[in-house]
């Protein structure tokens, strides 16, 4: 099956900092990734969607000067979330296709806790 | 707004029984339709993927799909305690042209008991 990593797997950071969060697809090109939110005892939600070589799309109401997505190779997207605060802790996890339309496998995720 | 509906339980079954999770969607036009698994403080893992109308068996699994009722719905035979955790019906709809979208229903929480 298709492969995603994550890095890094979680990260505590001070409110005001920002903090980047990677992922890859470690044995496909991924044009198209995704990046999801969690908080606890809730379900998956679509942050946005991120196009190798174009800008991201954003769901309703993401903040997308907040959440920052740079999808520079087939391989690798990245999610910096800027002036974090205690509200965006939560568990980030990223996913890709191997073919735009069907299934998407999930990175291990990152969980985030900002003090 | 699309959305993918699902009991949130908890489902309870004894080992060896077998677990029934249902999910019902609004969007008549999907046509790709998932079952995950997640085990508490993990990341979903796919479990079958079904994208024509009937039944489609993986071992344990069996998924089924009847897009006239607008219905997936998982069979676990055989449960085991490991697979007890919350299942997640997905659907793939299609918005603003050719952008692609996986919908997530709340998640069945299922506990198999030994």
């Known amino acids: 099956g298709a492969v995603v990593s994550q890095h ?5 950071c001070k ?3 920002s903090v980047k969060i990677e992922c890859r697809s470690l044995d496909f090109q991924a044009t198209t990734m995704f ?3 969690q908080f606890p005892k809730q379900s998956l939600m ?3 969607t991120s196009n190798e070589g174009s800008k991201a799309t954003y769901e309703q109401g993401v903040e997308k000067d907040k959440f920052l997505i740079n999808h520079a190779s087939l391989t690798l997207s990245t999610l910096t979330v800027t ?8 568990f980030y996890i990223c996913s890709a296709p191997l073919e735009v339309g069907y299934e998407q496998y999930f990175g291990p995720g990152t969980r985030l806790t900002v003090t | 707004q699309k959305e993918v509906e699902q009991n949130s339980g908890p489902l309870s079954v004894p080992e060896g029984a077998i677990a029934s999770l249902n999910c019902t969607y609004s969007d008549r036009g999907s046509q790709s339709f998932f079952w995950y698994r997640q085990y508490s ?9 079904i994208y024509s109308n009937g039944d489609k068996e993986d071992g344990r699994f069996t998924a089924q799909l009847n897009k006239a009722s607008q219905y997936v719905s998982l069979l676990i035979r055989d449960s085991q305690p490991s697979d007890s955790a919350t299942y997640l ?14 919908t997530f229903g709340k998640g069945t929480l299922l506990t ?3």
């Open chain 1, 83 to 90: 002036s974090a605060h205690p509200e965006d802790s939560s």
């Open chain 1, 8 to 12: 890094p797997s979680w990260v505590i």
């Open chain 2, 89 to 102: 019906c997905a659907v793939i709809s299609i918005s603003g042209g050719s952008n692609y979208k996986l």
């Open chain 1, 15 to 17: 409110s005001g900092t």
């Open chain 2, 41 to 49: 403080g993990k990341s979903p893992e796919l479990i079958m993927s």
């Open chain 1, 46 to 48: 679509l942050m946005a």
């Open chain 1, 35 to 37: 990046w999801y939110r």
């Open chain 2, 112 to 114: 198999v008991n030994p």
